[in-house]
């Protein structure tokens, strides 16, 4: 198993939760790390990246709610997930965007996140 998460878990409007993706150290160093989420009849998309160097992109429905952030030291991105909404709920996978030695992806196992009204 390339990429583990943990962190997901039932919580109420306007909460918090982290989550936390442990990759191994030759994908992390050469990868752009990213979080997409899928809810139940909707198709995954895209919730925030970041790339080697620290930049970040993230999708407009989390925008000034959610932060993606990389401990290069551990292998970890993390995803500060802040006044969550129930629209917000899904499974939520971490990605590896692998560039060097080769282009190629990997996905985590995804981890449940529930926000009640």
Excluded at 17 to 24: D, E, F, Q, V
Excluded at 64 to 78: D, E, K, P, Q
């Amino acid at each position: 198993v390339q990429l583990v998460e943990s962190g997901g878990g039932l919580v109420q409007a306007g909460g918090s939760l982290r989550l936390s993706c442990a990759a191994s150290g030759s994908i992390f160093r050469n990868s752009a790390m990213g979080w997409y989420r899928q809810a139940p009849g909707k198709q995954r998309e895209l919730v925030a990246t970041i790339t080697k160097s620290g930049s970040t992109n993230y999708a407009d429905s989390v925008k000034g709610r959610f932060t993606i952030s990389r401990a290069n030291f551990v292998n970890t991105v993390y995803l500060q997930m802040n006044s969550l909404k129930p629209e917000d709920t899904a499974v939520y996978y971490c990605h590896a965007d692998l560039t060097w030695p080769e282009h190629k992806n990997y996905w985590g196992q995804g981890t449940q996140v529930t926000v009640s009204s």
